[in-house]
């Protein structure tokens, strides 16, 4: 039979039938596929365990590198070419160095036009004569290896300066600076990676997207050192041949005893390309399969919840909070105050690793693949964010949550209320989940119903102004006779033959304290009457309530009611707006003043107290005397525009109600077991300073 030789590119290794791939996948026989000038184009993973060279390794490898009888594979050529099919033992070297003699079937397949495309093999370990030449801890590398290929050609320069460190004798040097391992990390490039290692190691992030990326953005914190060791020992060895490193280490909680691996060889045409494999049982009692299966409903969830929700790897970050702890930092904002820039390396190394549909379409992208990268574009429009969610995950809290500004990829500045959700130290993975839940249109809806109630409550204060306008015209008055009375008694001690100075200093005196007086007065009612944005600030309860009494004291006097005030001493001060604090307490003096005009009682009684409760707030109370409130009313008593009197709105009470829980409080109505109604309203104290 005459064949054509020659390098096949891109070979369809299953006739483009991914169930045969598959099935291949599973088969527990090896299952080799190479072109026709022997050129590895598949190796499934029972060729892995048979041989001990990972997929990775071996694809684009020549099938005579592995041979350690170049005669007898040339006569085994010789048949495939005569026969089209070829059967019987070979013997094969394994990535350690040992050989293995295999049991082989070996097929030509061909083309639609009967020309030869390429062959399939099949085989198993032979049942006599079979053997591992001292490979290292065999029995560990029956299990599939977790692979790399990497690309270590940016680095070459430090290799290089490392190497002439070493020809000079002064390797101690080297290991005086452990900086070149975190800088060879970085600087080497995954190539390719097979489906464990993207399993294990990749934080959900799948193969395609680890491709292109730095292997020490991957590789556990515990094997590092020992990673960029091995690939500095391959890289600068310059034997003929595959150059094969080997380490064990110590179980990690991902795998059981693992076998570390690097090889390369410059004589394959690849000198900057050096594989990495690591095979070991996963430390967990749990099959892979059954972790897949279970990622891949997690990866559903993610993606049909209908919340915009990023996938983050914040492993980079648990390593720096270890060691900041153990150099004693407990306080981390005092140490981010003076190193701000650990703030920039968590934007930096942080990953987002997966986003759904919701996330896309939050911030008008196109793929999800446009989000896979640092998160640091998250927080551009909110730069002190990212310090708030480090201090929650150096704290040990679950979850954060805060609302913030993004910039969505079209430009436009939206408000989302920002969830992290921090894995469990017993989760192992540093997998952080972000939800984003756009918030705009609601703070906008928000932000115009406060501008209603300021305008509703003004227009309230206008009116309630409107009702006392007799009351505040007697205030406004009894100052302005005292400057009358005092400013005629002058003028007549100043017409005496002997004017008495000292006499009209003192009453001049009480000129200027009764204008103060009404002047105050003027602007407390300018105040009231004022439209203007509530101000809060820090503000003594009793004082306010004292304030309050200007407007209503004298239809108090007016309707014979007797007032007691019980205003505690030394009361917490709290932060209020004051005019809008002032219109409450007036709200409710009027309605008791009213309740006890309705009705010809003996006892006309209103009584105020202030007291701190002991529970972090200060609370104010009024009693009165009048009937109380019909027990059928109790609850509806702050609704909107609900009101027992013939000509009332129903607005003041909800007004209060709306103010008071605007500040932080509670306000509550009742009878009091001696008659007559009880308010009673509570603000939160003002913490005092550090």
Same mark, same amino acid.
């Given at each position: +039979?005459?064949?054509?030789?020659?390098?096949?590119?891109?070979?369809?290794?299953?006739?483009?039938?991914?169930?045969?791939?598959?099935?291949?996948?599973?088969?527990?026989?090896?299952?080799?596929?190479?072109?026709?000038? #022997?050129?590895?184009?598949?190796?499934?993973?029972? !060729?892995?365990?048979?041989?001990?060279?990972?997929?990775?390794?071996?694809? @684009?490898?020549?099938?005579?590198? +592995?041979?350690?009888?170049?005669?007898?594979?040339?006569?085994?050529?010789?048949?495939?070419?005569?026969? #089209?099919?070829?059967?019987?033992?070979?013997?094969?070297?394994?990535?350690?160095?040992?050989?293995?003699?295999?049991?082989?079937?070996?097929?030509?397949?061909?083309?639609?036009?009967?020309?030869?495309?390429?062959?399939?093999?099949? #085989?198993?370990?032979?049942?006599?004569?079979?053997?591992?030449?001292?490979?290292?801890?065999?029995?560990?590398?029956?299990?599939?290896?977790?692979?790399?290929?990497?690309?270590?050609?940016?680095?070459? /320069?430090?290799?290089?300066?490392?190497?002439?460190?070493?020809?000079?004798?002064?390797?101690?040097?080297?290991?005086?600076?452990?900086?070149?391992?975190?800088?060879?990390?970085?600087?080497?490039?995954?190539?390719?990676?097979?489906?464990?290692?993207?399993?294990?190691?990749?934080?959900?992030?799948?193969?395609?997207?680890?491709?292109?990326?730095?292997?020490?953005?991957?590789?556990?914190?515990?094997?590092?050192?020992?990673?960029? =060791?091995?690939?500095?020992?391959?890289?600068?060895?310059?034997?003929?041949?595959?150059?094969?490193?080997?380490?064990?280490?110590?179980?990690?909680?991902?795998?059981?005893?693992?076998?570390?691996?690097?090889?390369?060889?410059?004589?394959?045409?690849?000198?900057?390309?050096?594989?990495?494999?690591?095979?070991?049982?996963?430390?967990?009692?749990?099959?892979?399969?059954?972790?897949?299966?279970?990622?891949?409903?997690? &990866?559903?969830?993610?993606?049909?919840?209908?919340?915009?929700?990023?996938?983050?790897?914040?492993?980079? +970050?648990?390593?720096?909070?270890?060691?900041?702890?153990?150099?004693?930092?407990?306080?981390?904002?005092?140490?981010?105050?003076?190193?701000?820039?650990?703030?920039?390396?968590?934007?930096?190394?942080?990953?987002?690793?997966?986003?759904?549909?919701?996330?896309?379409?939050?911030?008008?992208?196109?793929?999800?693949?446009?989000?896979?990268?640092?998160? @640091?574009?998250?927080?551009?429009?909110? /730069?002190?964010?990212?310090?708030?969610?480090?201090?929650?995950?150096?704290?040990?809290?679950?979850?954060?949550?805060?609302?913030?500004?993004?910039?969505?990829?079209?430009? &436009?500045?939206?408000?989302?209320? %920002?969830?992290?959700?921090?894995?469990?130290?017993?989760?192992? %993975?540093?997998?952080?989940?972000?939800?984003?839940?756009?918030?705009?249109?609601?703070?906008?809806? =928000?932000?115009?119903?406060?501008?209603?109630?300021?305008?509703?409550?003004?227009?309230?204060?206008?009116? +309630?102004?409107?009702?006392?306008?007799?009351?505040?015209?007697? =205030?406004?008055?009894?100052?302005?006779?005292?400057?009358?009375?005092?400013?005629?008694?002058? %003028?007549?001690?100043?017409?005496?033959?002997?004017?008495?100075?000292?006499?009209?200093?003192?009453?001049?005196?009480?000129?200027?304290?009764?204008?103060?007086?009404?002047?105050?007065?003027?602007?407390?009612?300018?105040?009231?009457?004022?439209?203007?944005?509530?101000?809060?600030?820090?503000?003594?309860?009793?004082?306010?309530?004292?304030?309050?009494?200007?407007?209503?004291?004298?239809?108090?006097?007016?309707?014979?009611?007797?007032?007691?005030?019980?205003?505690?001493?030394?009361?917490?001060?709290?932060?209020?707006?004051?005019?809008?604090?002032?219109?409450?307490?007036?709200?409710?003096?009027?309605?008791?003043?009213?309740?006890?005009?309705?009705?010809?009682?003996?006892? &006309?009684?209103?009584?105020?107290?202030?007291?701190?409760?002991?529970?972090?707030?200060?609370?104010? !109370?009024?009693?009165?005397?009048?009937?109380?409130?019909?027990?059928?009313?109790?609850?509806?008593?702050?609704?909107?525009?609900?009101?027992?009197?013939?000509?009332?709105?129903?607005? @003041?009470?909800?007004?209060?109600?709306?103010?008071?829980?605007?500040?932080?409080?509670?306000?509550?109505?009742?009878?009091?077991?001696?008659?007559?109604?009880?308010?009673?309203?509570?603000?939160?104290?003002?913490?005092?300073?550090?």
């Amino acid at each position: +039979m005459a064949w054509r030789r020659g390098a096949v590119e891109n070979i369809d290794i299953f006739a483009n039938a991914e169930a045969d791939t598959e099935l291949a996948d599973l088969a527990s026989d090896s299952v080799i596929v190479f072109d026709l000038t #022997g050129n590895i184009r598949y190796w499934n993973p029972a !060729s892995e365990r048979l041989y001990g060279w990972p997929a990775i390794g071996a694809i @684009g490898r020549n099938l005579s590198d +592995m041979s350690s009888n170049p005669a007898f594979q040339i006569a085994q050529w010789q048949s495939l070419r005569q026969e #089209g099919r070829w059967e019987g033992p070979v013997e094969r070297r394994t990535l350690w160095g040992g050989r293995i003699t295999a049991s082989v079937r070996q097929t030509v397949r061909c083309n639609a036009d009967g020309e030869p495309r390429d062959i399939v093999e099949y #085989g198993r370990g032979a049942t006599k004569g079979s053997h591992l030449s001292s490979a290292p801890n065999a029995d560990v590398h029956r299990f599939a290896a977790a692979s790399w290929a990497l690309d270590i050609s940016r680095v070459r /320069p430090l290799l290089d300066r490392m190497g002439d460190l070493i020809n000079e004798g002064a390797a101690a040097e080297l290991a005086q600076q452990p900086d070149w391992m975190d800088e060879l990390l970085e600087g080497t490039r995954i190539v390719n990676v097979n489906e464990r290692a993207a399993h294990l190691v990749g934080g959900h992030v799948g193969r395609s997207r680890m491709i292109g990326q730095p292997v020490g953005a991957f590789w556990p914190r515990v094997g590092r050192g020992v990673l960029a =060791e091995l690939i500095a020992a391959v890289a600068m060895d310059h034997s003929p041949g595959v150059i094969t490193r080997m380490r064990k280490l110590a179980s990690d909680g991902v795998l059981r005893d693992p076998v570390i691996t690097a090889w390369g060889s410059e004589e394959d045409g690849r000198p900057d390309i050096v594989f990495v494999a690591v095979n070991g049982a996963t430390d967990d009692d749990r099959s892979f399969w059954y972790l897949r299966a279970s990622e891949e409903r997690y &990866r559903k969830l993610i993606h049909h919840l209908p919340v915009a929700l990023l996938q983050v790897d914040a492993s980079r +970050m648990a390593p720096v909070f270890e060691e900041l702890r153990d150099n004693g930092v407990n306080d981390l904002n005092a140490y981010l105050d003076e190193h701000p820039e650990l703030v920039d390396f968590m934007k930096k190394v942080v990953r987002v690793t997966e986003v759904n549909q919701r996330a896309v379409a939050l911030f008008n992208g196109t793929v999800p693949a446009d989000f896979i990268g640092s998160v @640091g574009f998250l927080y551009e429009v909110s /730069p002190e964010t990212p310090r708030r969610i480090m201090l929650a995950r150096f704290e040990g809290r679950r979850n954060y949550t805060e609302i913030m500004k993004v910039r969505t990829f079209d430009g &436009r500045l939206i408000d989302v209320r %920002l969830s992290v959700t921090f894995p469990a130290p017993s989760e192992r %993975l540093d997998v952080t989940l972000l939800s984003l839940e756009n918030i705009t249109e609601r703070l906008r809806t =928000e932000r115009q119903l406060h501008q209603f109630e300021t305008e509703f409550t003004h227009a309230a204060r206008i009116s +309630m102004l409107g009702e006392f306008a007799t009351s505040i015209a007697h =205030e406004v008055n009894q100052p302005l006779s005292a400057i009358v009375t005092n400013g005629e008694t002058s %003028l007549r001690w100043l017409s005496r033959d002997n004017p008495n100075i000292a006499k009209v200093e003192q009453l001049t005196a009480r000129i200027v304290s009764s204008a103060r007086h009404a002047s105050e007065i003027v602007q407390r009612i300018r105040g009231m009457a004022a439209k203007h944005e509530p101000a809060r600030i820090a503000l003594d309860l009793n004082q306010v309530i004292e304030e309050a009494l200007l407007f209503v004291r004298h239809d108090i006097d007016a309707k014979s009611i007797h007032l007691s005030a019980r205003l505690a001493c030394d009361l917490p001060i709290v932060l209020a707006d004051r005019v809008q604090l002032q219109q409450v307490i007036v709200n409710l003096l009027v309605n008791s003043i009213q309740a006890i005009a309705q009705e010809s009682r003996s006892v &006309r009684q209103i009584d105020l107290a202030t007291y701190e409760d002991g529970e972090g707030a200060v609370t104010f !109370s009024i009693h009165d005397s009048g009937p109380g409130i019909p027990v059928c009313n109790l609850d509806s008593i702050f609704d909107s525009f609900f009101t027992t009197k013939e000509t009332g709105m129903g607005i @003041g009470l909800a007004i209060c109600q709306s103010i008071i829980l605007a500040h932080g409080g509670s306000i509550c109505a009742s009878n009091h077991p001696d008659g007559g109604a009880q308010f009673r309203f509570s603000l939160p104290v003002l913490p005092k300073p550090n």
